[in-house]
């Protein structure tokens, strides 16, 4: 999987966006761009994903540039409960084997707040 | 519907013991995967199963680390003679299958082994 870069940490107030960027600047052509996130003390969850479009679910809005080598999630409008790691992967579309893991960075640690 | 199951949410054991974790995936979900997770760090990829087999056991740390699955359902992860490193909370998520887009991961709460 490509490699991704976000930055290490980031801070929101409770009500508003929380846009978290991320780079992914070797992408492929056949690789998508999923989000997780891991809140304290849970399993990572899944948010969405997209290849070149722009995707909306009832979690959050994913922005993708028209070069592919970066990304935003956007939570638009961040509370409490939304502090958590947030994970930027790159990941092919069709793969077996040893494609089919998720390959987990350091991910960005997002605190909302009141 | 129910999600992703594991037991115990909790193993505290003294070193050298032998441990078993369980995972019991979403019903329907032919791949399986395991993950570790030291404090403080991201996630490493242990083992992935589709169906029974596992074509992926690339990320098991030594030959004192093995895993099973069975009924294409539950599956156990066994780690023999076990040292204070094995210390970590071990992730088990499951998806429809083992390729193809939407296959999203659905992960357990995992379970936290202390080694003694």
């Known amino acids: 999987d490509a490699k991704t870069t976000q930055p290490t940490s980031m801070d929101c107030a409770e009500g508003r966006a929380a846009n978290l960027p991320c780079n992914h600047s070797t992408i492929s052509g056949n690789e998508y761009v999923y989000w997780y996130r891991q809140i304290h003390s849970q399993g990572p969850q899944y948010i969405i994903h997209?290849?070149?479009n722009n995707e909306t679910n009832e979690m959050a809005s994913l922005i993708i540039t028209e070069d592919r080598k970066s990304s935003t999630l956007i939570l638009p409008h961040a509370t409490l409960r939304d502090t958590a790691v947030y994970y930027c992967?790159?990941?092919?579309?069709?793969?077996?084997?040893?494609?089919?893991?998720?390959?987990f960075g350091t991910g960005t640690r997002l605190q909302v707040t009141l | 519907g129910a999600g992703v199951s594991q037991s115990p949410s909790n193993k505290v054991t003294e070193k050298g013991k032998d441990v078993e974790l369980r995972c019991d995936p979403i019903s329907g979900h032919t791949a399986l995967y395991w993950y570790r997770q030291r404090l403080g760090q991201g996630l490493e990829f242990l083992i992935y199963?589709?169906?029974?087999?596992?074509?992926?056991k690339s990320g098991l740390p030594s030959d004192r680390f093995s895993a099973e699955r069975t009924g294409e359902s539950v599956s156990t992860l066994t780690i023999q003679r076990t040292q204070q490193e094995d210390s970590a909370v071990y992730l088990c998520?499951?998806?429809?299958?083992?390729?193809?887009?939407?296959?999203?991961?659905?992960f357990g709460p995992g379970t936290r082994l202390t080694v003694t």
């Open positions: 998520a499951s998806s429809q299958g083992g390729g193809g887009l939407g296959y999203e991961q659905y």
């Open positions: 992967i790159v990941r092919v579309a069709f793969y077996t084997g040893t494609a089919s893991k998720l390959t």
């Open positions: 997209g290849l070149k």
């Open positions: 199963f589709q169906g029974n087999s596992a074509p992926d």
